[in-house]
């Protein structure tokens, strides 16, 4: 199964932008990359995911490196609330979601 | 809201003693999971089901079973708690047309 890495923690200040790296070398072709988020004391949310073409939604913008090796997850303005574990994922090969570590985004005002 | 719930949301056990924890959706979705979630580990998938009486192992099955005798309800057993098995455990659906995994707000369960 493929696997992913991400930084153990990052730091950012409120309301800057955020860059959150994932390194997926062995990355299948139709792997999709997904990114959840769990805040301090819930579940994990889902976040966003994408296939090859960098994707926007709400929440975060997804860009995908073109040989889709790495991927980064885009905070465009950062919140206090946005401090939480971020997962990086990708399927395993019975297409479940397994969960790395993640990283751990500190938020300072 | 994703209509899951978990029960109980908090348990203390002694080793040795069965416990059952109950996720309920209030969809017909077919996908239920189990993960549990220990620091340093993250969360990892246990068990999973994709339809009535349809449930296959994931990575840290040993000492767990599960049960899915109606859509609605996915139930994990611990035959034999064991103070290991201390953990938070978050129950998730996964709705096809929305793609994206719905998680429950957890179960905290503290084996002694």
């Known amino acids: 199964d493929a696997k992913t890495t991400q930084p153990n923690s990052m730091e950012s200040n409120e309301e800057e932008p955020v860059h959150l790296p994932c390194n997926h070398s062995t990355i299948s072709g139709t792997d999709y990359i997904h990114w959840y988020r769990q805040l301090p004391s819930q579940g994990p949310e889902y976040v966003i995911h994408?296939?090859?073409s960098n994707v926007n939604n709400r929440m975060a913008s997804l860009a995908i490196a073109e040989d889709r090796k790495s991927s980064t997850l885009i905070l465009h303005r950062a919140t206090l609330r946005d401090a939480a574990v971020y997962y990086c994922i990708l399927p395993c090969s019975q297409g479940n979601l397994i969960f790395g570590k993640g990283t751990k985004l500190s938020v300072k005002p | 809201d994703a209509g899951i719930t978990q029960s109980p949301r908090h348990k203390v056990t002694e080793t040795g003693t069965p416990v059952t924890l109950r996720c309920h959706q209030t969809?017909?979705?077919?996908?239920m999971y189990w993960y549990r979630q220990d620091p340093g580990h993250g969360l990892r998938l246990i068990h999973y089901?994709?339809?009535?009486?349809?449930?296959d192992k994931g990575e840290v099955s040993d000492g767990y079973s599960v049960s899915r005798s109606k859509t609605e309800d996915f139930l994990l057993t611990l035959e034999s708690a064991t103070s290991s098995q201390t953990s938070v455990y978050f129950c998730a659906i996964f709705p096809e047309e929305a793609g994206e995994l719905f998680f429950g707000e957890g179960s905290r369960l503290t084996v002694l």
């Open positions: 969809e017909n979705h077919r996908y």
């Open positions: 089901s994709y339809g009535v009486k349809d449930t």
């Open positions: 994408g296939l090859t």
